[in-house]
């Protein structure tokens, strides 16, 4: 059975990654709906010319989504957040944190495909990093214990988000993800 508490693992803290039952639904249905249009492709007498065609298309587009998102995995450090999205890797410094929110968004990224739940990073030059851990608000506590420069911010109103305001960009942000 998966945990929900992040793990010691050496000098590491392993987060567990939030996987909405919904999403996986709506993903597997893409998959057989792929695999099916396949099967029927490689079963029709009269489509021999397209058969390797739709076969090479399918597997490019899963062996893609594999080595994008699985595994995707959530690490703190003593001086940084790594995380790592099928063969992607990010790292930001807890001392470059300029802004942490709490964000909900239909808009897949590879380092919180499983979630729409999620928390939002924003590093001193400006790019944002998309992560969606188990435990959102457990999450949000460690990386706020982490990196003490953030404060909470007033004007965020509902949303609920932490800034560093002598450091902030008020400009337009570049996504990592």
């Keep these: 059975m998966a945990t929900t508490n992040p793990q010691p693992i ?12 919904w999403v996986v ?4 249905a893409a998959l057989l709906g792929m695999v099916g249009s396949g099967v029927a492709v490689w079963l029709d007498p009269g489509a021999t010319e397209a058969r390797m065609p739709v076969l090479v298309m399918i597997l490019v587009v899963l062996t893609g989504a594999w080595a994008l998102t699985i595994p995707t995995r959530y690490r703190f450090t003593l001086d940084e ?4 999205a099928g063969l992607i890797r990010y790292r930001i410094a807890w001392a ?26 924003v590093d001193l030059r400006g790019r944002v990093l998309e992560v ?15 990196a003490p420069q953030l404060g909470e911010d007033p004007s965020a109103g509902a949303q609920r988000a932490w800034h560093d305001p002598a450091r902030e960009r008020p400009r337009h942000r570049r996504r990592l993800v």
């Excluded at 000098?11 to 039952?21: G, R, S, Y």
């Excluded at 957040?81 to 790592?84: A, D």
């Excluded at 608000?137 to 990386?143: C, K, T």
């Design 25 to 28: 639904a709506i993903l597997g």
């Design 132 to 146: 969606g851990p188990r435990d959102r608000p457990g999450f949000l506590a460690e990386v706020l214990a982490r």
């Design 81 to 84: 957040l790594r995380v790592r």
């Design 10 to 21: 050496g000098e590491t803290l392993a987060w567990p990654v939030q996987v909405d039952l």
């Design 96 to 121: 470059d944190l300029v802004r942490v929110e709490q964000t909900w968004s239909l808009v897949s990224n590879t380092t919180a495909t499983w979630t729409m739940r999620r928390v939002r990073l």
